[in-house]
């Protein structure tokens, strides 16, 4: 994955956790349209195995789908 894909993820996630959704969509969504078939892999992996930066939350068995 690109280094910029990278710090666009980072920024989008932390964005999204201070409740700045819309922010965080104008910074992601054009990296992850951008993205050929290749990184667009590695981005889907990168956002399975990250999903507690968006949520600030920690992964555990019991909230895996989420309650809200």
Same mark, same amino acid.
């Given at each position: 994955?690109?280094?910029?894909?990278?710090? /666009?993820?980072?920024?989008a /996630?932390?964005?999204?956790?201070?409740?700045?959704?819309?922010?965080?969509?104008?910074?992601?969504?054009? *990296?992850?349209?951008t /993205?050929?078939?290749?990184?667009?892999?590695?981005?889907?992996?990168?956002? *399975?195995?990250? *999903?507690?930066?968006?949520?600030?939350?920690?992964?555990? /068995?019991?909230?895996?789908?989420?309650?809200?």
């Open positions: 994955m690109r280094p910029s894909t990278l710090r /666009a993820l980072h920024r /996630a932390e964005l999204t956790r201070q409740n700045r959704l819309t922010e965080a969509m104008l910074i992601a969504e054009p *990296v992850i349209l /993205a050929d078939f290749y990184e667009g892999e590695e981005i889907k992996a990168w956002l *399975v195995s990250h *999903v507690t930066d968006f949520t600030g939350g920690t992964k555990t /068995a019991g909230n895996e789908k989420g309650t809200d």
